[in-house]
């Protein structure tokens, strides 16, 4: 059998190349746009007559303010061109994802030849994205689910240890005080008892947002289990702990529950542990702050109590 000859060859190629899905092109060592299918050319928002012979910075700010085409996030185009010259020719071989002004997805390779020039090759990932983008979304989820309690948007009690023992650690190498408030809801039985389940819910509820809205960003609050709370307060002495536990049990007395158009008052008793060299662990912590908070029960209630490891 004789041989194909090579302009049959490369006729077949050149076919390939413009039949199928991917987009391929080269440039040159000046970096001109010397060779490319269609693909690549509608990938910077030309067609391919107007892409082809022209250098790559002409062709991506072009890209940069057409409708279509490669989406190039930046209010500094010439910058940006800059920063992708000082990439393009550093390496062999680079790949790299992006996104379209149309929502798919391409992985573009850069692949380095002969003289400088440039071979680019970019095939179309959306579905592989978008499987990303789902088990991202679905992770995040079951992280929350994890570590949420649903009806308060607090930690759960596991999650809040772990943040809470890796964030005294922390303070303690840093030398930073911590207090530890745990606080437990007032004859919490009687409201159940009075307004059902679902009402006792809402005073969890109620009680749970209005604690969330008093603290800073970095607080950690947790439910602990049933109507027990607890919250870390990094970098708060005594003094600031005392009034911060004071500020939520007035609220909370104040701030009336709304259920089923009536209204009830709760109260809470707060037990205050401040982190010391003797007090330093989370086990430490919770334990004398558990101490402090029977006996503001044992005081009678709606009250705080503090004493020293
Ligand atoms: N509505 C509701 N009730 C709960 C939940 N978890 C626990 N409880 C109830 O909370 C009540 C807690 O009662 P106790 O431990 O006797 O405490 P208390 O009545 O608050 O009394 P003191 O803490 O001594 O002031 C129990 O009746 C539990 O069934 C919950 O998620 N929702």
């Given amino acids: 059998m004789s041989p194909i000859p090579q302009e049959h060859i490369q006729k077949i190629i050149f076919q390939g190349i413009n039949l199928t899905d991917d987009c391929l092109g080269v440039f040159d060592d000046k970096d001109m746009l010397v060779f490319c299918n269609e693909n690549l050319a509608r990938l910077f928002g030309l067609p391919i007559e107007k892409a082809l012979n022209k250098y790559f910075d002409e062709i991506i700010r072009h890209c940069h303010a057409a409708p279509g085409g490669i989406n190039i996030e930046t209010d500094d185009i010439e910058q940006w061109i800059i920063d992708a010259n000082q990439k393009r020719r550093s390496q062999c071989f680079r790949a790299f994802e992006t996104d379209l002004k149309d929502g798919r997805w391409v992985l573009v390779t850069e692949q380095l030849v002969e003289?400088?020039?440039?071979?680019?090759?970019?095939?179309?990932?959306?579905?592989?994205?978008?499987?990303?983008?789902?088990?991202?979304?679905?992770?995040?989820?079951?992280?929350?689910?994890?570590?949420?309690?649903?009806?308060?948007?607090?930690?759960?009690?596991?999650?809040?240890?772990?943040?809470?023992?890796?964030?005294?650690?922390?303070?303690?190498?840093?030398?930073?005080?911590?207090?530890?408030?745990?606080?437990?809801?007032?004859?919490?039985?009687?409201?159940?008892?009075?307004?059902?389940?679902?009402?006792?819910?809402?005073?969890?509820?109620?009680?749970?947002?209005?604690?969330?809205?008093?603290?800073?960003?970095?607080?950690?609050?947790?439910?602990?289990?049933?109507?027990?709370?607890?919250?870390?307060?990094?970098?708060?002495?005594?003094?600031?702990?005392?009034?911060?536990?004071?500020?939520?049990?007035?609220?909370?007395?104040?701030?009336?529950?709304?259920y089923r158009g009536t209204s009830f008052n709760i109260s809470v008793s707060i037990g205050i542990a401040i982190s010391s060299n003797n007090c330093k662990t989370i086990d430490q912590i919770m334990c004398l702050a558990d101490n402090n908070l029977y006996k503001a029960k044992a005081n009678g209630r709606n009250q705080f109590y503090h004493s020293n490891a």
């Fill in 115 to 258: 003289d400088q020039h440039i071979f680019m090759y970019c095939s179309d990932i959306t579905d592989k994205k978008k499987y990303e983008f789902e088990i991202k979304k679905k992770s995040e989820e079951l992280f929350t689910l994890a570590t949420t309690d649903s009806l308060t948007q607090t930690y759960t009690r596991r999650h809040f240890y772990q943040q809470a023992e890796r964030e005294l650690s922390r303070c303690h190498r840093e030398d930073i005080t911590c207090a530890l408030l745990m606080i437990d809801l007032d004859y919490f039985k009687k409201i159940n008892d009075q307004y059902g389940h679902a009402g006792g819910d809402k005073a969890l509820e109620h009680f749970s947002k209005g604690i969330r809205q008093q603290l800073r960003e970095h607080d950690l609050v947790g439910r602990l289990g049933g109507e027990e709370f607890a919250i870390l307060l990094p970098g708060t002495d005594k003094s600031t702990s005392i009034q911060i536990a004071e500020r939520l049990r007035s609220t909370t007395e104040e701030n009336t529950v709304s």
